[in-house]
């Protein structure tokens, strides 16, 4: 094993409000009450990006995502503050994706055009569903007219990029439906689609009262309608959960999945920094109220053991359609392919892993199994006795 090697670094900063809880999201964010403390909670951000970085020890970032929550409660002005702070203090590469998520019931033309006259390059839209019964099912503050309207605004507001969101298996959905929402989604040439299946999380409305969801049976043949769709458009299922036209990959994630580092700012944000030879997870305070006082914001920090490096990556990497190759491996962890062969052998054995010389994917079986799969792995990472502390 040797150590690995400094990976491309992203920038993740979080909105905690959105203007209602929607009762399937366990994403950390707040119903907002009454105005935002916009500014405050910007100064706090940059102060935070101040403290930070030192671990960042000069490195170009690479990408931008304002996530949430709803990052599109804030203002133009605000997020351009937040931006031009960032380009202050550290080096944006050049061709820096900048994307900014946005729920349709919170925007319109001219908001999405301070959008990308503070910077932003991409946009992504919570649509979900273009059915409003499904919508209102969701609990969403937006029926399928207003989904249109914005769909139609960000096609038409000039960003780069621009992304939308769709759920399925949804209460009463059909395949048919499913396929009409993504075809209704692609009326407005998204360059990119994020089509995610409803999960019950725990601590969620739904867990404590979950909806009758379609049967597992009705459930793949969704799946397969939604893929069909998006394939016959021309779009590219290059992840799990993403589709894009080719050149439209979105930048940011793809480095979350090849396990890049990424320094999270905000309140309940999440890092993964490499340094020396050791990879931390670090979390910031998730009340916005004690984040946003400071002076110190991180709630957590833990290094990850070697099993832990070796399994987040498989997490990540075994996502991508194209899985990963040898290099990725080694340079992500440390390992080559030889140090895993037991591992590997088992999963091509049962149909999940398929290895093509230098790479290493999911079979479609792999991927759609990819908890179960990926439980197996870290069951035999722990028998197999692997290190438990990276080397410092
Ligand atoms: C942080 S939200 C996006 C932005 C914005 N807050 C919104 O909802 O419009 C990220 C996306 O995750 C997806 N999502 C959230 N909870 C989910 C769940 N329980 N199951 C499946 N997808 C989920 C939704 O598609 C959502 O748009
Ligand atoms: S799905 Fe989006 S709008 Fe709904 S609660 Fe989660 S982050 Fe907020």
Not at 211 to 237: C, F, K, V
Request: proline letters at 6%; charged letters at 20%.
């Amino acid at each position: 094993m040797t150590a690995p090697s400094l990976p491309p670094l992203s920038l993740y900063i979080h909105i905690p409000w959105c203007v209602a809880k929607c009762p399937y999201c366990d994403f950390h964010s707040l119903p907002r009450r009454g105005a935002l403390p916009e500014g405050v909670y910007v100064r706090a951000v940059l102060d935070d990006l101040d403290q930070s970085l030192g671990a960042l020890r000069g490195r170009e970032i690479q990408t931008i995502f304002f996530g949430g929550g709803t990052p599109s409660l804030f203002s133009g002005a605000a997020v351009g503050d937040i931006l031009s702070g960032v380009g202050r203090r550290a080096t944006l590469a050049p061709d820096c994706e900048i994307t900014l998520e946005a729920n349709p019931g919170t925007v319109d033309s001219s908001r999405f055009l301070a959008f990308r006259e503070a910077g932003v390059t991409r946009l992504s839209l919570g649509v979900q569903s273009l059915h409003t019964p499904s919508l209102r099912r969701l609990g969403r503050i937006h029926d399928a007219r207003e989904a249109r309207d914005a769909m139609e605004a960000a096609a038409g507001a000039g960003f780069s990029s621009f992304n939308i969101d769709l759920m399925y298996g949804l209460p009463d959905q059909t395949p048919g439906q499913a396929a009409a929402d993504v075809r209704a989604a692609l009326a407005v040439d998204p360059p990119h689609l994020s089509l995610y299946e409803l999960t019950i999380e725990a601590h969620t409305a739904f867990a404590r009262d979950p909806p009758a969801l379609p049967s597992e049976d009705l459930r793949t043949a969704i799946e397969d309608a939604i893929t069909q769709a998006a394939d016959a458009a021309g779009y590219e299922r290059y992840e799990v959960s993403a589709y894009a036209r080719p050149g439209y990959r979105c930048a940011h994630n793809l480095n979350y999945w090849q396990f890049g580092d990424y320094l999270g700012l905000g309140a309940g944000a999440h890092s993964k920094l490499t340094g020396g030879a050791a990879v931390a997870r670090i979390t910031r305070i998730a009340d916005p109220v004690r984040y946003m006082e400071g002076p110190d914001r991180i709630a957590s920090r833990r290094l990850l053991a070697t099993q832990d490096v070796i399994f987040e990556f498989l997490l990540n990497a075994l996502r991508l359609t194209e899985g990963f190759p040898r290099d990725l491996l080694r340079a992500r962890t440390g390992h080559d392919f030889g140090d895993l062969e037991p591992l590997w052998s088992r999963a091509i054995a049962r149909g999940l892993l398929a290895r093509e010389d230098e790479t290493m994917r999911a079979t479609p079986l792999g991927r759609r199994f990819l908890d179960g799969l990926l439980a197996g792995v870290l069951a035999d990472l722990e028998t197999a006795g692997a290190p438990t502390a990276v080397e410092q």
